[in-house]
C-alpha cells in the first residue's frame, strides 16, 4: 500500500516534530557495528538524520518505489518477498511500514527469516488511540490509500513478536513534545492514550532443543572395588 498519510503528517508541525523524536530514537536504537548488515524496509528520505552514510557503508534501504535517502544503498521490491538471503541482516528498521502493508504477516515472516538469530528488530507504528494522527486520518481522507491503512496497537505487536520468539528490549512512547523509552516489559500507561506513535526493538532469539534419550545407569561395582583394597591391604601387612 502507498504511504502518502505518513509523508503529509510529516509536513504537519506536529509531524515535524514527531520525525525528530523518530530519529533521535532510530540513532540511539542502532547499536549495531558498521560492519554488520542493516537493512530498513521502507524508505523515509531523511534517513541522514540518524544514520552516517560514510560510517555504515552496508545500511540497505529496501522500498517498493525506490523511497530513500540518496547516498545509501538501494533495492526496489516488495517487503513481503525480500530478495535477501536467510539469517544475514543483524539489524532491521520497520518505520511506519506494518500499518500501509495489506500483507504484513507475509512481511513479519520475511523480516524473521533474514534476520540472524541475535539479530536486533525496531518497529515504528502510529498509536491508534491518538486523537491528533486520526484527525490527520480524517483531514487526509482525499487520499484514498490512507483510507487502507490499519493502526496496530503495541499490545498486537508485543504478542507477534512473542510468537516468532522475540524478545523485547525497549519500548518508546511519542508524545506531544517529547519521548520517552522504557527497558523490558511492556507496562501500559496513561501516557500511551495520548503518544502519537511508539517504538519497538526487540532482538532474534533462536532455541535448540535438546533431545531426551534414556539414560542407562550403571551399577557401582562396591565390592569388588572394596575387595580390591582389601587385597592390597593384606599383600600389604605380608610384606611387613
Known amino acids: 500500500m502507498k504511504r502518502e498519510f505518513l509523508f503529509a503528517l510529516y509536513q504537519t508541525p506536529r509531524g515535524k516534530l514527531l520525525q525528530t523524536m523518530e530519529a533521535s530514537y532510530l540513532k540511539r536504537s542502532i547499536t549495531v557495528s558498521c560492519k554488520q548488515q542493516q537493512l530498513q524496509i521502507g524508505g523515509l528520505g531523511w534517513e541522514n538524520e ?26 526496489t521490491a516488495k517487503a513481503f518477498n525480500l530478495p535477501i538471503q536467510t539469517e544475514s541482516m543483524d539489524l532491521i528498521i520497520l518505520p511506519h511500514m506494518l500499518e500501509f502493508d495489506a500483507r504484513r504477516f507475509q512481511t513479519l515472516r520475511e523480516v524473521n527469516r533474514v534476520l540472524k538469530p541475535g539479530g536486533e528488530l525496531v518497529m515504528l507504528n502510529f498509536n491508534p488511540f491518538s486523537l491528533s494522527v486520526r484527525f490527520q486520518f480524517l483531514w487526509d481522507r482525499k487520499l484514498a490509500d490512507s483510507w487502507r491503512a490499519h493502526f496496530i496497537t503495541k499490545v498486537r505487536v508485543l504478542d507477534w513478536l512473542k510468537l516468532m520468539n522475540f524478545e523485547l528490549l525497549t519500548t518508546a ?6 519521548y520517552t523509552i522504557a527497558h523490558g516489559k511492556f507496562q501500559f500507561c496513561l501516557g500511551s492514550l495520548f503518544a502519537m506513535a511508539y517504538g519497538v526493538k526487540a532482538v532474534k532469539r533462536q532455541y535448540t532443543l535438546i533431545p531426551l534419550s534414556a539414560v542407562q545407569r550403571r551399577k557401582a561395582n562396591l565390592a569388588t572395588a572394596g575387595l580390591s583394597l582389601e587385597s592390597r591391604l593384606h599383600k600389604s601387612e605380608g610384606h611387613d
Open 173 to 178: 512512547e511519542f508524545g506531544l513534545d517529547s
Open 50 to 75: 540518524f544514520v552516517d552514510f560514510s560510517l555504515y557503508q552496508n545500511y540497505l534501504i529496501l522500498d517498493g518505489k525506490g523511497e530513500g535517502d540518496g547516498n545509501a544503498l538501494k533495492v
